[in-house]
């Protein structure tokens, strides 16, 4: 079966940064993606990575390596408005999207 | 431009009803998606619509079902609801179908559905 694995919560603390991982075992790779998802909104795309290597967008980078099924968000610089939960999703063979259940996070002041 | 807006936010079914949420797509995106969100768990892909016929179908049964208009609006319809089907169902639209790059989704608020 297809599966995307995540840690179910982490916490951190305001300025500092904190790495989330994914891993995956998928029928075919096209693409990974990371959404942001505050509790009750819609989620919201933040990085897409579909060759190996590092992402860098603002405070947030993703990194990819399809080799071992892994990639990372990571967030510098936290800010109360991080707490979020952060989605990992692959497509696959298909071109659907497989999710993960997410990840919690929270920042601490 | 205006987002992604669904119908209604919120409803209360019993098992065994139907019911059918709505959702405008983001303008200028051809594409829409559904999925069906449980509490603490990640979407799961319902199925996909571009230019009125589905493409892609997830692991639902065929009581899921669903339409695309020409104006690319969507509806999901579910009948004979059962106690598991209560959960977030998100829309989402992008532009082309999902052969292409990296084909951002654009998600709606979502439709909270309790099934008593």
């Known amino acids: 079966g297809q599966n995307i694995d995540q840690p179910t919560e982490m916490t951190a603390t305001e300025g500092a940064i904190v790495q989330i991982n994914c891993t995956y075992q998928?029928?075919?790779?096209?693409?990974l993606f990371w959404y942001q998802q505050h509790a009750g909104e819609a989620p919201t795309f933040l990085s897409y990575?579909?060759l190996d290597g590092l992402e860098e967008k603002g405070r947030f980078s993703s990194f990819l390596s399809r080799s071992k099924g892994y990639s990372y968000l990571l967030l510098k610089e936290l800010q109360m408005k991080d707490s979020a939960s952060y989605l990992c999703?692959?497509?696959?063979?298909?071109?659907?999207?497989?999710w993960g259940a997410g990840t919690k996070l929270i920042i601490k002041p | 431009e205006t987002g992604v807006t669904q119908s209604p936010t919120h409803l209360i079914k019993t098992r065994g009803q139907q019911v059918t949420l709505r959702c405008s797509s983001q303008?200028?995106?051809?594409?829409v998606s559904w999925y069906q969100q449980a509490l603490g768990q990640g979407p799961q892909f319902i199925f996909q619509?571009?230019?009125?016929?589905?493409?892609g179908r997830g692991n639902f049964p065929p009581r899921f079902s669903g339409l695309q208009f020409p104006n690319y609006s969507s509806e999901l319809n579910v009948n004979a609801l059962e106690l598991d089907d209560s959960a977030l169902y998100l829309c989402?639209?992008?532009?082309?179908?999902?052969?292409?790059?990296?084909?951002?989704?654009?998600f709606g608020a979502g439709s909270r559905l309790t099934v008593l």
């Open positions: 989402a639209s992008s532009l082309e179908d999902s052969y292409s790059g990296a084909n951002v989704l654009t």
């Open positions: 999703a692959v497509r696959d063979s298909n071109y659907q999207l497989i």
């Open positions: 303008s200028g995106h051809n594409t």
């Open positions: 998928t029928s075919g790779f096209n693409g």
């Open positions: 619509y571009y230019r009125e016929e589905e493409n």
């Open positions: 990575n579909v």
